[in-house]
Nanobody
């Protein structure tokens, strides 16, 4: 399974960016997908997540610092997640990693849940 993220770049404060991520491989279904952010020497923090299963299907979760400015959306039929970012601030700068909780095919075992990370895409907010 591979996760390919795109859409990062440099933008001035107050600007907007849209990130996209697609998962490929032997995927049966998506349990949830989302985005985390990390800066050098710091831990990877949740930016936004959307689930696909259970009673919380479609539920969205956001990091406190991005609420009201970022919106996560999904196309789980095509194993995709998006992050629309508005009113970007310098503190939004970082490497954004796509995350996916998937049901994948494991040879000899069948479909099992597993977590995956993309390669990261840089977002820089600076004047």
């Amino acid at each position: 399974v591979q996760l390919q993220a795109s859409g990062g770049g440099s933008v001035q404060p107050g600007g907007s960016l849209r990130l996209s991520c697609v998962a490929s491989g032997s995927i049966f279904s998506v349990n949830g997908m989302g985005w985390y952010r990390q800066n050098p020497g710091q831990k990877r923090d949740l930016v936004a997540m959307v689930t696909a299963t259970g009673t919380n299907s479609g539920a969205e979760k956001y990091g406190d610092s991005v609420k009201g400015r970022f919106t996560v959306s999904r196309d789980f039929d095509n194993h995709m997640v998006f992050l629309q970012m508005h009113d970007l601030k310098p503190e939004d700068t970082g490497v954004y990693y796509c995350y996916a909780d998937l049901e994948v095919l494991v040879s000899g075992t069948g479909w099992v849940p597993s977590e995956h990370w993309g390669q990261g895409t840089q977002v820089t907010v600076s004047s």
